[in-house]
């Protein structure tokens, strides 16, 4: 099955849009200005309609990243993604955003092989992690997660039953901050010009409209992993 799939990508600083049709993204819009989201997101979405001269009508479906991340980068996405479903009537998909920044990278590194470790920043020395694996089953090539999505506080061996095995590949905004603590065991590598991006989501969301896997309009929530802390206004005049 192939459709016109809209992806939107809020769980960090940066926000990504892109648009996919048969398969292929076709526009792209990306912004990494701190707290741009609101202002930028509905914007990136007209323009790259216009751009593939489609409208909002054309769209099969909405593809957002479901977490974890900024609480309100999701929050902020997953409404817009919500509100188109419920517009026009189009399933809505949900990736998590740690799968969506390996398929990405083993996109772009058709030759690596080992294992991949995203990492988006959780504050302190605390980072959202996954273990991923690319493997070949029947000529396809198919993503295998060896460690669901955890808040680990970085410290030195935490990855070693990984590394131990062979290479491990850390990207992501939380893999420099953490370098210096990873970065004396032999199998561990880092990529620092990685970037996330909406277009890491492309075949995991096609896949999932194509077995039916979407999500309730009503009911989804982004996958916040920790719990929402409000922090004191600075504000003049707020208490």
Avoid at 58 to 86: E, H, M, Q, W
Avoid at 114 to 131: K, S, W
Avoid at 196 to 219: I, P
Wanted: net charge negative; hydrophobic share 40%.
């Amino acid at each position: 099955m192939q459709s016109n799939i809209l992806l939107i990508e809020t769980a960090t600083q940066i926000c990504s849009v892109a648009l996919a049709v048969d398969g292929k993204v076709v526009a792209r819009r990306e912004s990494d200005t701190p707290n741009a989201h609101s202002t930028c997101l509905s914007v990136f979405i007209d323009e790259v309609l216009k751009e593939s001269r489609l409208t909002s009508r054309d769209l099969g479906a909405v593809c957002v990243s479901a977490g974890p991340g900024s609480y309100t980068g999701l929050r902020i996405g997953v409404s817009t993604a919500k509100g188109f479903c419920y517009a026009l009537g189009i399933p809505l998909l949900s990736v998590p955003t740690l799968l969506s920044m390996a398929a990405l990278y083993y996109r772009q590194h058709p030759d690596y092989h080992g294992l991949v470790c995203p990492m988006i920043d959780a504050r302190r020395m605390e980072c959202y992690t996954m273990i991923v694996e690319r493997e070949l089953r029947m000529k396809n090539e198919e993503l295998r997660i060896l460690r669901n999505t955890s808040a680990d506080v970085i410290e030195a061996g935490c990855f070693d039953e990984w590394l131990n095995r062979g290479e491990v590949m850390f990207i992501g905004d939380g893999a420099e901050k953490t370098k210096e603590i990873l970065g004396t065991h032999p199998n561990a590598r880092y990529d620092n010009s990685f970037r996330l991006s909406a277009e890491g989501m492309l075949e995991l969301a096609e896949s999932r409209l194509h077995d039916g896997k979407t999500e309730d309009v009503a009911y989804f929530e982004p996958f916040y992993l920790k719990d929402f802390v409000a922090k004191k206004s600075v504000v003049h005049g707020l208490r």
